[in-house]
């Protein structure tokens, strides 16, 4: 059995599917349509550049969704990938709204401008250049969990990606501190490249900003059970997915608990649809005997037609 997943943010390139642009016409009218949904040409930002413009967030969210949709599309139209046989999808933070949107759950339209809003909400959420992220690496989550109670009151832990991965949010004071503590404990961290604390209860003004239109989002029925990243369980209801996309704004992102999940109930195979490999890194992280696939060109498309 398979589940497929879907990237978030941190995988965005200049650049990412152009491949996919250049030879096939359904993603062509995809970029057009959303250009014109969004009224201002994503299509070029995400082809062209420039970097600093594909890495405002409020970009950068649509940007990933656009290019998992399109991939997704050029996968099952153009080539006939029966993803309906999945057992789970899942998505990291925004990757979500991509598995949501691919597998019929949410309009492209609706996902796109809620994606927009969230980008922007999260990214205002904290004044500018306020708020920072750190990955540490090579520590567990306990470990983790236990220096910041004893040294650092305002970091929360963001995202439980692998046994050996876990990013923190805060502001930027307190997470420089816990950089430091992380140093002389000669465990290595890195500070991320990105410009407000994700997933921590300082995005409470954007849950706030948000709440009332993703309950408001229309959703249709939904086949493939999906994962939630808040509480790293399956869910097929409507409302209850809603309420969780609302709770996962300042909720932490179980990825680790998330995957444990899909392989417990019996998956053997993940597919990745979007740019990058991140996810299927942090899968193989994860259980190294898993089978992983990303997709990130036509060879990779051409590559598990025969195992899907």
């Known amino acids: 059995m398979f589940s497929v997943v879907f990237p978030g943010q941190g995988s965005q390139k200049i650049g990412m599917a152009k491949d996919f642009f250049d030879k096939f016409e359904i993603v062509k009218k995809i970029f057009k349509n959303a250009d014109d949904i969004l009224g201002f040409p994503i299509s070029k930002i995400i ?12 970009n950068t969210q649509p940007a990933i969704f656009l290019t998992s949709y399109s991939i997704f599309n050029v996968a099952k139209k153009e080539f006939g990938i029966n993803f309906d046989k999945a057992q789970y999808i899942a998505g990291h933070s925004l990757g979500e709204y991509s598995a949501l949107c691919c597998f019929g759950a949410l309009a492209f339209e609706d ?16 004044p500018a250049n306020e708020g920072s992220m750190l990955a540490v690496l090579g520590s567990q989550l306990s470990v983790v969990e236990k220096l910041i109670k004893e040294n650092v009151k305002d970091c929360f832990i963001a995202n439980n990606n692998s046994p050996q991965q876990v990013v923190v949010s805060g502001l930027k004071k307190d997470i420089d501190l816990f950089s430091e503590i992380l140093n002389k404990s000669k465990i290595k961290n890195i500070k991320l490249n990105v410009s407000a604390p994700f997933h921590c209860k300082l995005m409470k003004k954007a849950t706030d900003n948000l709440k009332d239109e993703i309950l408001n989002l229309n959703f249709k029925e939904i086949n493939n059970p999906i994962i939630s990243n808040y509480n790293a369980n399956s869910s097929i209801s409507g409302l209850e997915i809603k309420n969780l996309l609302v709770s996962q704004i300042e909720g932490r992102v179980k990825w680790l608990e998330s995957v444990k999940f899909m392989i417990d109930k019996g998956t053997k195979n993940f597919i990745e649809i979007g740019p990058g490999k991140v996810l ?3 899968i193989k992280r994860i259980d190294k005997n898993i089978g992983v696939k990303s997709i990130n060109n036509e060879n990779d498309i051409k590559e598990i037609i025969n195992n899907v």
């Open 47 to 58: 082809l062209d550049g420039p970097e600093d413009k594909l890495n405002l967030t409020e």
């Open 111 to 126: 996902t796109l401008k809620i994606l927009k809003k969230r980008g922007r909400s999260m990214q205002e959420a904290v």
């Open 280 to 282: 299927s890194g942090l």
